[in-house]
C-alpha cells in the first residue's frame, strides 16, 4: 500500500482479541541497532505519530527553562505553523482550570497540518499544577464515542473516536474528548509522520525496551533493548497486528518511544552540541501546526514553570477499555470503559492524576 492510501482499521468482535499478522516486505535499511537491518522498502502505509507532538512541546517546553538555549529555541519557536480558529466555538464548553494544569490534545495525522485526514494516534498530554510530571494519555482510535452534531452528521452520532478528526478536524475532536471527559482542553497540536522519522534519525536513534518479538512488512524487532531511527522508528509505532495485546501495545510502544525521545533530547549529547539541538528544535518547530493561543511567550511561560527535565518524569496512562464490540454495519470497535473513564476523568479536572496513577499502575 502506497503513503497515499489510506490505513487499514482493524478490531475485533466482542471477547475476540485484536487481528494479528504481518505483510512480508523486505526489511529497510533504516532498522533497528540491535536487530536485523536490510534493505529498503518502497511499500509503506501512513503511521500513528501522535507522540512527535509530545516530544515537540516537551522540548520546546523543558529546555526553555536553561538559559543558554533561550536563543537557539526561538529558531524552533518561530518555524511553528499556528492556525486560527482551532479551539470549538460550540458552547458550552468545560470551565478552564483555575488551578494552573492545563491540557494539550496531540494528533497525528494522515494530512499535513490543519487539513483534514484520518487521525491516526491522539493523545492528552496532561501537565499538573505543580509541573511535576507529564502525563501522556492515550485514547484507542477505534473507541465507540458519541460524535457531537457537524457538518457531516447534523446530530449526535455513535462512532470510532479518530472519526471526529475526519468529519470536523481538530475542533471536532476537541469537541468529542470534551464530550467524553468533561475535562477543558487547553491546546492542539497536529503533525504527519515525515516529520517523526527525521527527528528519530537527527538524534542518532533512540534506545527502547521491546517486551515482544514482532515483524511488520518484513522488518524483525527483537525482544531487549534496541535502537530505533528512521523507518524502523515509523513502523516500529504503528504495529500492532503483530502485538499479543493490539492497539494497547501499539500506544504503550508509543509512550515508550516518546519517553526515550524525550530523554535523548535533554542528555548531555544533544544540550552539549548546539548545532545539533538546533537542528532537532527546528525540525520539530517545522514538523508542528498548533493552535494559535499556544504563543512564543506562553511556551516560555509554561517552560520556566516546569519542575522536571527528564523523560523519567514523563507517566504513561491508557484510557480504559472493557472489550471490543461490533456495531450493527460490521464496524469492530474498543467499548469505552465507562466508569474507570469516569475516574480518570475526575482526576484530570480535579489535578489528581498522581492518585489516579497510584491506584491503576499501567
Keep these: 500500500m502506497d503513503d497515499d492510501d489510506e490505513l487499514d482499521l482493524f478490531g475485533a468482535d466482542e471477547g475476540v482479541p485484536p487481528r494479528r499478522g504481518m505483510d512480508a516486505h523486505r526489511q529497510d ?9 536490510a534493505a529498503s522498502s518502497g511499500h509503506r502505509r501512513r503511521a500513528p505519530v501522535i507522540f512527535l507532538c509530545a516530544v515537540l512541546a516537551i522540548i520546546l517546553l523543558v529546555v526553555g527553562v536553561l538559559g543558554y538555549f533561550l536563543k537557539h529555541l526561538t529558531n524552533g519557536l518561530d518555524e511553528i505553523n499556528r492556525e486560527p480558529l482551532t479551539m470549538p466555538t460550540a458552547s458550552p464548553r468545560p470551565s478552564t482550570a483555575t488551578d494552573g494544569a492545563r491540557t494539550f490534545v496531540l494528533l497525528g495525522s494522515d494530512s499535513r497540518g490543519w487539513d483534514r485526514g484520518r487521525s491516526d494516534s491522539l493523545m492528552v498530554a496532561y501537565l499538573p499544577a505543580d509541573r511535576e510530571h507529564l502525563y501522556l494519555i492515550s485514547f484507542l482510535r477505534d473507541m465507540w464515542v458519541t460524535i457531537p452534531p457537524n457538518k457531516v452528521i447534523g446530530k449526535p452520532s455513535q462512532a470510532k473516536i479518530n472519526a471526529a478528526y475526519s468529519w470536523g478536524g481538530v475542533p471536532l475532536t476537541i469537541q468529542t474528548l ?41 522488518m524483525h524487532f527483537p525482544a531487549g533493548d534496541i535502537t530505533l531511527k528512521g523507518n524502523a522508528a515509523l513502523k516500529y509505532v504503528r504495529e500492532r497486528r503483530d502485538l499479543k ?5 501499539r500506544a504503550r510502544r508509543q509512550r515508550d518511544v516518546l519517553t526515550a525521545i524525550i530523554d535523548k533530547t535533554l542528555s548531555a549529547g544533544t544540550l552539549a552540541n548546539p548545532s545539533k539541538f538546533d537542528d532537532v528544535a527546528t525540525l520539530a518547530g517545522r514538523t508542528m501546526t498548533v493552535d494559535d493561543k499556544l504563543t512564543n511567550s506562553e511556551i516560555r511561560k509554561l517552560a520556566m514553570s516546569l519542575r522536571f527535565t527528564s ?41 489528581t492524576m498522581d492518585v489516579y496513577v497510584e491506584n491503576h499502575p499501567q
Design 29 to 37: 535499511e533504516e532498522s533497528i541497532t540491535e536487530g536485523v537491518g
Design 311 to 351: 523523560g523519567d518524569k514523563v507517566v504513561q496512562v491508557q484510557a480504559p477499555i472493557s472489550g471490543f464490540g461490533r456495531s450493527k454495519d460490521g464496524q469492530a470497535y474498543d467499548v469505552v470503559d465507562k466508569e474507570g473513564l469516569q475516574e480518570l476523568s475526575d482526576a484530570m479536572r480535579n489535578d
Design 178 to 218: 470534551e464530550s467524553l471527559t468533561n475535562v477543558r482542553m487547553d491546546h492542539a497540536a497536529v503533525i504527519d509522520f515525515t516529520g517523526f522519522k527525521e527527528l528519530t534519525t537527527a538524534l542518532g536513534g533512540v534506545q527502547v525496551y521491546n517486551d515482544q518479538d514482532s515483524t511488520i512488512e518484513g
Design 245 to 249: 495485546n493490539g492497539d494497547l501495545d
